[in-house]
């Protein structure tokens, strides 16, 4: 991702990939539908006795930092660079409270909470650097359709990830991130096509093999076509 949430790094990108192929593996497991419905379950942190509270943590680190790029985005209120930086620390901390802390197979109802009002932040700022680029930039957007998706908006996320696979058709990774909005959502003959289109134009991506098993879980199955 050029000026976002991976900062050029490969592997960033795939984390953030494959968070979302965790959270919608949960979707298709469970058959419901809504980022409330992810994480209902009782906060059964080993640390009960602890005086230490990991969200209010994560809360305060994430709101200095982000603090501080506002003050340097509000010194530059056009620089699209400084902007993005904000949504970049946004979605950092939402990705933070999304992710399970170290033993534990999901997240508290607490982080969980506190996530969504993160991703709903990070959204806006999204929202609000893209009104100041004057260029069209793939990975900036795919970021907003993520944050988007996380704020329990998959129609929008939906139209942000389309309006990247129409201006960017080779970027791989929308197609991906918009056949994850679809499955999420029951739209499985369009989650298909948008499966099918990655796997041609990544057939080896770390996400591959979790798309072709979503396209034999949907009925169909991974394109042959080599990419162009």
């Given at each position: 991702m050029a000026l976002n949430k991976a900062r050029t790094s490969v592997w960033m990108k795939a984390f953030i990939i494959f968070l979302i192929i965790?959270?919608?593996s949960v979707f298709m497991a469970s058959g419901v539908f809504g980022i409330f419905q992810l994480f209902q379950t009782s906060d059964t942190s080993s640390s009960a006795t602890s005086t230490v509270d990991p969200v209010a943590t994560i809360n305060q680190r994430g709101q200095a930092t982000v603090d501080a790029l506002k003050s340097?985005?509000?010194s530059q209120p056009t620089s699209y660079t400084a902007q993005v930086k904000v949504a970049n620390a946004y979605f950092d901390w939402a990705q933070e409270l999304s992710t399970p802390a170290t033993g534990q197979s999901q997240i508290t109802t607490a982080a969980?909470?506190?996530?969504v009002d993160v991703w709903a932040q990070a959204r806006a700022a999204y929202d609000q650097a893209v009104k100041l680029n004057k260029t069209f930039d793939p990975s900036v957007q795919t970021d907003h359709s993520i944050a988007t998706f996380y704020s329990n908006d998959a129609t929008s996320a939906i139209k942000l990830a389309r309006e990247?696979?129409?201006?960017?058709p080779d970027f791989a990774p929308a197609w991906l991130n918009l056949g994850l909005f679809y499955d999420s959502t029951g739209a499985s003959v369009q989650a298909v096509i948008a499966y099918q289109k990655y796997l041609v134009l990544d057939p080896k991506g770390n996400?591959?093999?979790y798309a072709t098993n979503r396209l034999k879980a949907l009925g169909s199955s991974a394109p042959t076509t080599k990419t162009p």
């Open positions: 965790a959270f919608v340097l985005a509000a969980m909470t506190a996530a990247v696979t129409v201006k960017k996400a591959a093999t």
